[in-house]
């Protein structure tokens, strides 16, 4: 059924393209913001999206970032349940989608293991940066083989996952690889699935539960939310919150996301942070 309401949609923007292409010479792309499957193990649900939209993609190109529903499990031969505890590894979607990488910005590889959904590509006045957004503890400790002793070291940013942090300098984080792309003339526009801002109701504001947590559940209930803040509830201090920190630094206005369900626009959000 979700793939028949894509379809549909699909067709009426592809419609909407035309009418638009009337009066205009812009040659528009699709991206898509994650959760193109529902269980990336799924090999024919790849299929299915790429089938109901294929009215839009034999004509234009698709940029698209890795959803937290597209992800399987460190076994990527295991079909899996479909529930979150299985959705750890974004390797399906490099089987899927593949972009060029210029290798003097950056290369997405850390022990011999590529990382997806972690590229830019270029306009003539813009860069658009996107990051993946959906590594877990568990890919970075199985997957990525990121371990110092006991401990699990976060890829996003280099430091040891819980309280008794330590900064390993023996790979390049994402942080430095998103850091490199960021370097340019252009103006910059940033794309994940779960961006580093949680979409907050007015009653939580209204309690005041907005200063405690960005990510929030019913009730006031913490979430981790997005793990480009971070990747796991133990985490606190340097290296946390390091996306929007970063966008801020450097002067990125605009960044586009998915997962919420919902439709939520801000004005540019500042962290209370000093860069020193």
């Known amino acids: 059924m979700q793939y028949q309401v894509w379809a549909a949609a699909a067709n009426k923007l592809n419609e909407k393209i035309a009418e638009d292409q009337k009066s205009s010479n812009i040659i528009p792309i699709v991206m898509n913001t994650g959760d193109m499957t529902q269980n990336g193990t799924r090999i024919n649900e790849w299929f299915d999206y790429y089938n109901a939209g294929h009215v839009l993609f034999s004509k234009f190109e698709q940029m698209n970032v890795v959803g937290n529903n597209d992800l399987c499990g460190t076994n990527v031969t295991a079909l899996g349940t479909g529930d979150d505890l299985g959705k750890s590894n974004s390797f399906y979607f490099h089987v899927f989608y593949c972009y060029d990488i210029d290798e003097s910005v950056f290369v997405p590889i850390v022990n011999n293991k590529y990382i997806p959904s972690l590229y830019y590509f270029d306009s003539k006045n ?130 586009i996301g998915g997962h919420k369900h919902t439709y939520a626009c801000t004005y540019p959000v500042r962290e209370y942070f000093f860069f020193g």
């Open 126 to 255: 813009y860069r658009f940066v996107m990051i993946n957004s959906e590594i877990t503890m568990i890919n970075c400790n199985q997957w990525f083989n990121l371990k110092d002793g006991d401990d699990t070291i976060n890829i996003y940013t280099g430091y040891t996952i819980g309280t008794n942090q330590k900064y390993v300098s023996n790979f390049t984080s994402i942080y430095t690889m998103v850091y490199n792309m960021l370097n340019t003339s252009k103006k910059c526009i940033a794309a994940c699935h779960e961006m580093p801002f949680t979409v907050i109701t007015n009653s939580s504001i209204a309690t005041g539960q907005e200063r405690f947590s960005r990510s929030l559940g019913p009730n006031g209930a913490s979430l981790i939310g997005s793990h480009c803040n971070q990747i796991d509830k133990t985490e606190t201090g340097a290296g946390t919150y390091w996306l929007s920190r970063l966008l801020e630094y450097k002067g990125v206005k605009l960044m």
